[in-house]
C-alpha cells in the first residue's frame, strides 16, 4: 500500500496575529517578519522531493506557499478548502475585544463547542469536515508521492487532531506556530502523525551564541 507524504505548514505571521486579531476569512498580507519566515521555510525545504504545492486561496498562505514554489518549477494550486475557518462577526477583533463585547459567544468558543458558529461563521464541526475532507481529496491524488499543504492554524489544528484521533474539545498541547514544518502520512486508512512544529529553520544564533527566532 502506497502512502502520500504530507508537508503541512501554517502561513507567516501577519499584523494581526502580531495584534491577537482574528484573522478567519479576511484576506490579510503577511508583515515583514511573515516574510522573513517564509524565506526561511522555503530555504529549509529546497531539498525536499515534493510533487505538488497546495495552498489556501487566502493572501497570508499563498505568499508563504509562493516562496516555496520558487524553488522548484512547481505551481502554487489554490484551494478554498484549505481557508482558515470563518469567524463571522469575530473577524476583525481582538480576543479582549470579544470578551467584552460579546462574552456568552465568546465563552462557546473558547471552551471549544463543537456545534458553536461565531455569527455568520462556521462550526468546529463544519471546519473539520471540510478541511478532513480537503486533505484526503489531495492527499489521495499523490500515492507513494509528498504534497505541501499551505494553510492556517485552525485547520494545522483539525489535521493534528485527525491524525492522533483527539477530539475536537480536547484541550491542545501542541504549537501551531507560523512556518513550523508538520509531518504527517495518509493512506486510505486516515492520516497518521510523523513529526509535529518543527521551527529549526526559523532559529538564528543572537551574540551570545543563543539560538531563538529573529525578531524582525
Known sequence: ???????????????????????????????????????????????????????????????????VADTRDLPVHAHIGLRERSFGRFEGHTWDELELRYPTETLAWRKRMPDFAPPGGETLLQLRERVVGTALELAARHPGEQILLVAH???????????????LQAP????????????????PEGLALVG?????????????????????
Open 153 to 167: 492554524g485552525g485547520v494545522l489544528d483539525v489535521l493534528y487532531r485527525a491524525a492522533t484521533r483527539l477530539e
Open 1 to 67: 500500500m502506497q502512502v502520500t507524504r504530507i508537508l503541512a505548514v501554517r502561513h507567516g505571521e501577519t499584523a494581526w496575529n502580531r495584534d491577537t486579531r482574528i484573522q478567519g476569512h479576511t484576506d490579510i498580507d503577511l508583515n515583514d517578519h511573515g516574510r522573513w519566515q517564509a524565506e526561511r521555510l522555503a530555504h529549509a525545504l529546497r531539498d525536499e522531493p515534493i510533487t505538488a504545492i497546495y495552498s489556501s486561496d487566502l493572501k497570508r498562505a499563498r505568499v508563504t506557499a509562493q516562496g
Open 196 to 216: 509535529w512544529g518543527d521551527v529549526s529553520h526559523l532559529q538564528v544564533p543572537d551574540d551570545e551564541g543563543v539560538l531563538d527566532e529573529r525578531n524582525a
Open 172 to 187: 491542545r498541547s501542541w504549537q501551531l506556530a507560523n512556518c513550523a514544518v508538520n509531518r504527517l502520512l495518509w493512506s
